[in-house]
């Protein structure tokens, strides 16, 4: 259980921002469904891919963003089969 604050803050619990790698920092989609109220970590592909790099610090910077065009690339071929 959680409490909302006065400038309608609320503390996702530890473990949930665990399960989930939700940090100092991650943006979060609301969607509202049923009357319930979900909340879900916003998809950002490069803050995904630089947050992995962080982790295994294995590409210089310049090499990181070449992978995230060949994987774009790669993705729209395979996903939307397009050249």
Same mark, same amino acid.
């Given at each position: 259980?959680?409490?909302?604050?006065?400038? #309608?803050?609320? %503390?996702?619990? +530890?473990?949930?921002?665990?399960?989930?790698? &939700?940090? *100092? #920092?991650?943006? %979060?989609?609301? +969607?509202?469904?049923?009357?319930?109220?979900? &909340?879900? *970590?916003?998809?950002?592909a490069l803050a995904e891919f630089r947050?992995?790099?962080?982790?295994?610090?294995?590409?210089?910077?310049?090499?990181?963003?070449?992978?995230?065009?060949?994987?774009?690339?790669?993705?729209?071929?395979?996903w939307l089969n397009v050249p």
């Open positions: 259980m959680a409490e909302i604050y006065e400038k #309608g803050q609320v %503390v996702v619990p +530890k473990h949930i921002r665990d399960m989930f790698g &939700l940090v *100092p #920092g991650t943006e %979060v989609n609301f +969607k509202v469904e049923n009357k319930r109220v979900y &909340l879900e *970590p916003a998809y950002n947050r992995i790099r962080a982790k295994y610090a294995k590409h210089t910077e310049k090499e990181t963003a070449q992978l995230i065009v060949q994987s774009e690339k790669k993705m729209h071929k395979e």
